[in-house]
Structure formats: structure tokens, C-alpha cells
């Protein structure tokens, strides 16, 4: 299905290095001009890229590729209407390069200025997603960026035909040559790896053992995350009702997102396991939501199925604590604690620092919860799975970060730049100010 | 010199990982009350520093250490002074913590919000200079972050007595058990590298080497520069005399900083042949700078001394620019470049992204050398010894940063900061928002 092809990647990236700087220098209304100019031409091309998305589909039928993967190798009308506006609302956002950050006058003639500016080459390693194609394309093309985009296999038609129509549109509108790369080649992210000192960043998007072997093989620095384990924490003062409605949103609205909840942390509370743990149990049970909890929670199922009949029982099963972890599926953790205090230190422990939500009324509480908690994204009484970049408003994402470097929570534009000092003299030396002959006075303009 | 101890990091960073969140909680006066505390004691207790700093100098006597490094390791009045100034500018800073970047109504009653924070646990490991673990623990206090220290060993007994004085004096200050820890064993760096997930951000300083060792064997992310290869470009345009100047100072003035420029690129321009060369080869002699040329560079020195004296001539060898590398020593490269964007390629391709420098009266010429190179620093008409935390005004800094993620150029307390977004809600669940039953509306307030 692919056709073989030398391994260039690096001569081509090393080209790219050097054309980094002109894209980076080039005006926020060349940038939007090349935004607009790919959502008309996408629109104007669909049919064809329809064609070679079937091709993929057909190629994935063919392989017996599971229908829930089939559906999101689609590109159809809706996929594109979906992409187009994510492109026309980056338009309308500020512009994130040459933002001046800081002004100041060392001294008589000696202006310090930093500026925001493009991180350069930046390689995205994406799943078979061809809308994500365009998203990351976009972002990158917005903020100044040079991107080597490398997406999954079976999308192969679909982003060869998007990628050709991203980088005419690009240089039509003025892009230099080499602005954009596509690789396609699985072995080609190996060669990618070893191009540290040419490719600024790297962002892996896939699974744990991905992100994790990209880390480990590769000097460049890598911006991700390799784990989603979001906890809810059900306070004493919790309003059941949201809690069950947001427990069932986060764990079954997409189950296989890094932001769906992982574990249910429960107050010790008289009041919760009378009331709340009936509910949890029914929600789970009719959501088929198997649940892995500590001896004290299934001894609290076990008592109540005591009582009530089995039909439709909910699946469960008791473990130590120290077996929870990420499921990416229809199943959850649970176990008591005796406050907030011990929920916090739980999940700054054990979490993965993507986001995590405490359920109360209690505001002090929630604040207390929402300052400890060390994760790029604290809630209070809504689901974990807001945590994307559509739904903060950043337009799109290129992935959500995990780390506390740089970038944290989901990454749009904000995230793919840096900046730059840059100091004009007059012929000042440092020797002057070392000696005393001339002193530092640090006006800021 | 060094009692043995126990390997207890990994324990103590993982009480440590706890500790933070409640670090990151006090509030600025508390953590401004504690700069002044340490300020405070560390003249109260001058005397009692200087006897152990004796005991470091001796030590380092008796082995035979070079002079100018037993320099650095001295601790005395005027370091005292120094460092005690620098807390007090530190307390004079705006707050680095608490600053609502983001403040978003999604939809009705749910608004998200961003805030600035600390990064946590921040491991340092820096060279012997006591001035340092005061400058490093003072910025992590006034940043809210709870700081690993290891100094270097030739300073254990001045470390030990400043770390205790800090401790104690944060301590009063409000500051919770265990906020600040200090290791002395070399072999205890290695078991802080596999503290991933405790140790949020580690900061090496020291030579190339030593850097690279800490990225290769970590998963821990490292905030550092592993070379300081800087240029000076001499445009045509350029004021001879200030170019002169500017070069002597960014090699002489500290030779061992990474700011000391290493290679000096001239434009291919007859009247700097004529008037620049000779100015050079004489300052270069007259300051016992060797310089390694490429031959169209050398050629022009042979030429000089067919005419002028030999006395007190130049030490220069003709090289490949392949050669060209980091001297941090008396030594410097030249070569001939056509124009400022041969300049810039040559900068892009082989500097280290550090700070370069122009010597250009030509404000375009600048602007498009200042707008293409892609290094934290871009100067023009002064010396690349500028490049430094200090000198930018930061109060201080934990280090020079070439990456471009994160944190870049001098690093103070704004690197030492990083986010969270806060999302409160009343029991919205994403269902809702993908069924088009609710709809974001993004006003940010």
C-alpha cells in the first residue's frame, strides 16, 4: 500500500531548518491568508478527497480494521465542515508571534526587548485521524511553525491528497518551499528521532508505550502525555445526582480518551455509602461499567445485593489499591478516603497530573481541593472530559500536555511559541559594568 | 572530607512531592517574609559562614587546586553582600504565583480559568560556588517551588552551614518540614535521576558533559544549555572601533561563561580587509588571544607580517571551519561570510542558539540578522557577555536555557513558574455539548 522511498528525512529537515526562520518572519496576514485559502480549497476538492479516503476505508474493511477505528478513518462532509470551521476561528484569534513580553532599558541606549516568536520544526506523530491532519497543519501554519507530519498508516490516501492541498495552499499564499514535510514511512520516525539539533520538538500522540519509546530514543525534546489517569473525588457534600451524572459522562462518553476518569475516590461517610453507593452501583450497573474496587466497596455491594435482585447485577470485583490504573474502557476504580486531605495526596501520588474533579457544594473545600491538587487541569463539579482544546476555546489541540514544562493542559497556539531577547547598544561592553564605569538601571518602557 | 550517609532521596523527594502543593499554597508575604529571614541571619551568622568557608579553602589549598578556581569557592564580605542584595531584589519583584492568565466563561456557570503556579520539586545540581545555592534556593522560595540542592563538593562545609541557615530561617518563616533538601553524595545525583515522577524539573549546571550525562539518564525533564557557542557577525557596515571593542570584552571579560564568543564571522568586504583586519590581529595579540582562521583569513595575517614587526605577534593557526567548536579559553575562529544571510545559515546551522551578536550601523541589516537567527539572544552593538540574569534585570538566575521549549535565555522566576486551569462547574457533562443539547459560548470576562 505504500510505495517504498529513500530515507531523506534528515536532508530534508536540515533544508527545513534554515527555512524555518523566513516562515517565522513572515506577517500574521500571510499566515491567516494561507488559513483561508486551505479551507477554500479543501471545500473546492472534496470529491477527490472522498475518493482517496475510500480507498483507505476500503483497504481497512479489507484488513478487518474493528468498525469503531473504521469510522474515525472517515473524512466526510461533516469531518470537513468540522475542520473548515476550526480553521476559521483560528483566523479570528489574536496572533500569537512578535508579541513584545518585555521592554526595559538597561541603561542610557541599551533596550532589551523579548519577543515572541515560532518554536521552528516542530514533528507531530498523530493517529490514523485524517481531520487531525488538518488540525495540526493549521496550528502549526498560524503560529510560524515548520511541521513534519507523520500520521497513521491507514490514513495513508487521505493524508497524502490532504497534505498536497495543505502545502499548495501554503505556498500560494506565499509559504516558502519546504515550509511543510510529510513522511510516511514507520522506520522514517526513527530517522526523525535522531534529528536533534534540527527538529525544535517533538509531539507523539498515541499510545503509553509510543509516547514512551519516543522519549527514550530521542534527544529533541518531546512534549506529552503517556498517561490519563483522572480521578473524581465525591465529597460528603456532594450533590449525588451530579455526581452520578458526571461519573457516567466521564467514564462513558469517549472511554478511550486520556481524559476519561480512571478512579472514583469516595468520602468515608455514613450519609455517601447510605445513599450515593446504591445509586453508583445502579448508574454503573445500566452503563455496563465494571467496577474494581477495594474490599471496603465491594463489601458495600455485596451487602446491598443482598437485598436486591441480581437481574442486570452490576460486574465488580475487589482489589488492592495498589492494582488501579489506567483502563481506557468500561471500567473504574474505587475506594474510600477519610477526607479531602488524604483524596489530594492520593491523587498527587498515583494521578498522572491530567485533570482530576472533586464533587461538593462545598466551595472551601472544592477551593481547598482545587489549589493542592498538583494537575494541569482541577475541576469542580463537572466531567473530566471537558479537558480539550475545542472546548476551552483554543480552536484546536495538537495534544494535551501532562508535563509542567513549558506547556500544560491542552496545547493550541500559545504552546507552540517561544520568544526571543534581543538587545540593541551602542557598543557597550561588559567590562564597563563590571568595573563600575557604567551602571545597570533598569528602566522598564 | 564527606561522611557517609544513607540513600535516602528518593525518600525524602517523595515526602517532598507532598510537601509542594502546600509550598505553592503560601501566600506572598510568606514566602517574601522568608527571603527576608534568610537575609537577615545570613549576616547575623557572617562569621560563623566565613569559618566553615575557611575550612573549604583550606581543604582545597591542601589538594593543590588551581588559584582561580579557589577564588570561586570563596565566600566573603562582598559575596555576602552581593547575595544579600540579590534577595532584596527578589522581594521587590512582582509575584511570579497566583496571576489569572485565562479567565473563561465557556457556557453559563461553567468558567474556566488559568493560573500561574509553581513547578514543584526542582532538582539543581551546580558547580562550587557558594554565591550559587543562595541565588538558586532564593529564587525557588520567592517562586513558591521546593528545591533539591547538590553543590559541588569543593563548598560541602560553606553548603552545609548556608543550607541550614536557609532552612532554619524559611522554617520560621512559616514554611512546612521537609520544603527545601540538600544531597552531598555525588552517587546521590544518580538516585535523584530516577526520581521521574517525584522530581519535576532538574536543572544541571556545568560542562557540556555533565549536562548531557544528566539528559541521558533521566526521564525527569532537564532544563539546561549544553554548549555556548556564540557569534559575532562584523557587518560592512559595521563601526570598526566598536567592533573591536565588543570582541575583546565577549572574550576576555569572563573566557569560561557560555556568553564568551568562539567564532567571529566578517563580511567578504575589502574595507573591512583593509581597516578591520589589522585592528584585529593587534587587539587579538595585544590580549593573548589565539586565532583559528580559515586560510582566506590566515592568508590575510601572513600578508600583515610581511610588512609589520613580529614582536609580540599573533598565535594563529589556519583550520578547517569544520574545526571550528566551543574554546571557552583564549581562542577564537574567524571566517569570511558573503553577506548577513550567509551569516545567519552559518549561525543557524552551527551555533548553539545561545546569543549572537552584529556589529552593524545599518538598523535593516540588524533587524533582518536579529529577526532570522534563531537563538535566545540576538544582539547588536554589544557585547554577547550580556546574555545573563543579572544583567537582564531578573534579580537572578538558575541558568541559561538554549532549549526553546519552556523556558529560554537567562532563567529567573518566570521559568520557574508554570499553570493550571481551574474549571468550575454546576454538574455540566460533555454528553451535553456533543448531543447539541448545550453550547459553548466563550466569553471571556
Chains 1, 2 share one sequence.
Do not use: W
Not at 96 to 124: A, H, M, Q, Y
Not at 301 to 326: M, P, R
Amino acid at each position: 500500500m505504500i510505495e517504498d522511498k529513500d530515507m531523506v528525512v534528515r536532508d530534508e529537515v536540515r533544508k527545513m531548518k534554515l527555512v524555518a526562520p523566513l516562515v517565522a518572519a513572515l506577517s500574521n496576514e500571510t499566515r491567516c491568508a494561507a488559513l483561508s485559502k486551505i479551507a477554500e480549497k479543501l471545500v473546492e476538492k472534496q470529491s477527490e478527497i472522498f475518493a482517496e479516503n475510500k480507498k483507505d476505508l476500503e483497504y481497512a474493511e479489507q484488513a478487518g480494521v474493528a468498525a469503531p477505528i473504521v469510522k474515525r478513518l472517515k473524512f466526510d462532509e461533516g469531518k470537513l465542515r468540522d475542520v473548515v470551521a476550526g480553521i476559521n476561528q483560528l483566523i479570528t484569534l489574536e496572533d500569537p508571534i512578535g508579541k513584545v513580553t518585555l521592554d526595559r532599558e538597561l541603561d542610557e541606549g541599551l533596550r532589551l526587548t523579548r519577543v515572541t516568536c515560532p518554536i521552528g520544526v516542530i514533528g507531530v506523530i498523530f493517529e490514523a485521524r485524517p481531520d487531525a491532519l488538518v488540525q495540526i497543519s493549521s496550528l502549526c501554519i498560524r503560529s510560524g511553525n515548520c511541521p513534519v507530519l507523520k500520521g497513521g498508516k491507514e490514513t495513508t490516501y487521505t493524508n497524502r491528497i490532504l497534505f498536497g492541498i495543505i502545502y499548495d495552499a501554503v505556498k500560494e499564499a506565499g509559504f516558502p518551499d519546504g515550509c511543510m514535510l510529510q513522511v510516511e514511512q514507520h522506520n522514517e520516525i526513527d530517522e526523525l528521532l535522531t534529528c536533534d539539533g534540527l527538529v525544535d520538538l517533538l509531539i507523539p500522540r498515541g499510545s503509553n508505550a509510543f509516547v514512551r519509546y519516543i522519549m527514550d530514543n530521542t534527544h529533541i525534546p518531546v512534549m506529552g502525555h503517556a498517561d490519563g489517569v483522572c480521578h473524581i473525588y465525591v465529597d460528603s457534600k456532594a450533590d449525588i445526582e451530579k455526581a452520578i451524572s458526571i461519573i457516567i459522562d466521564a467514564k462513558t462518553q469517549y472511554t478511550a480518551a486520556c481524559n476519561a476518569v480512571e478512579t472514583l475516590l469516595i468520602q468515608r461517610d455514613d450519609v455517601l455509602k447510605k445513599n450515593f453507593i446504591p445509586r453508583l452501583i445502579t448508574a454503573l450497573a445500566e452503563n455496563g461499567i465494571k467496577l474494581r474496587g477495594t474490599k471496603e466497596v465491594t463489601d458495600l455491594v455485596d451487602a446491598y445485593y443482598e437485598n436486591e435482585s441480581k437481574d442486570g447485577s452490576l460486574d465488580y470485583e475487589s482489589v488492592d489499591e495498589s492494582d488501579f490504573k489506567e483502563y481506557l474502557a468500561l471500567i473504574v476504580s474505587a475506594k474510600f478516603v477519610d477526607n479531602v486531605d488524604e483524596a489530594i495526596d492520593h491523587i498527587n501520588l498515583h494521578g498522572s497530573h491530567h485533570t482530576d474533579a472533586i464533587i461538593t457544594e462545598d466551595d472551601a473545600t472544592a477551593e481547598r481541593f482545587m489549589q493542592l491538587v498538583d494537575s494541569a487541569g482541577v475541576y469542580q463539579n463537572c466531567s473530566t472530559r471537558f479537558a480539550d482544546g475545542f472546548r476551552y476555546g483554543f480552536g484546536a489541540e495538537v495534544g494535551i500536555s501532562t508535563s509542567k514544562i513549558h506547556a500544560r493542559g491542552p496545547v493550541g497556539l500559545e504552546g507552540l511559541v517561544t520568544y526571543k531577547y534581543k538587545l540593541v547598544g551602542k557598543g557597550q561592553i561588559v567590562g564597563d559594568y563590571a568595573t563600575g564605569k557604567s551602571a545597570f538601571h533598569f528602566k522598564d518602557l
